[in-house]
């Protein structure tokens, strides 16, 4: 059983919200050595779970399917990745 | 300069509409070999980027992050990793 993985982030030049949030609660709720920290971003994670190994076609699908349907390639960028 | 990353998934046990839209959506715009994904799950990630090597209580402060912020222990689960 492996998984095919699809982890969308937003591209470092747009602004994540989501992630200035965490940034900034994360010194105030007492984790005070992550104030060091010089960004937090959000993205998104898809696992796609495979009988088996995943096939150079099912790859390849993950691939587009990461392009077109997953991510937004306006403002995100994305990596598919293989998890066994 | 290294990144923290917290990665959140529901947990098996709890229903996943959003996975379930994508591995619908998957045979029906033409990726047909992704039929055969036993089961599609969206989470979350997120990056929290340091300069340098994070340190041991960094760390363990984005343990107790993960946690109690970005995660709902209810009905998810996390892991904490280091990607350099």
Redesign the interface.
């Given at each position: 059983?492996a998984k095919?993985i699809v982890?969308v982030?937003l591209k470092p030049e747009i602004l994540d919200p989501q992630?200035q949030a965490?940034a900034s609660?994360?010194p105030r709720?007492g984790?005070?050595?992550?104030k060091?920290?010089?960004?937090?971003?959000?993205?998104?994670?898809?696992?796609?779970?495979?009988?088996g190994d995943p096939?150079p076609?099912?790859l390849a699908?993950?691939e587009?399917?990461a392009q077109?349907?997953?991510s937004n390639p306006v403002i995100e960028t994305y990596i598919v990745k293989v998890e066994k």
């Open positions: 059983m095919i982890e982030m992630g965490v609660a994360l709720l984790f005070t050595s992550l060091a920290a010089t960004s937090v971003r959000q993205g998104k994670r898809f696992e796609i779970e495979i009988q096939t076609t099912q699908e993950a587009q399917a077109s349907l997953l």
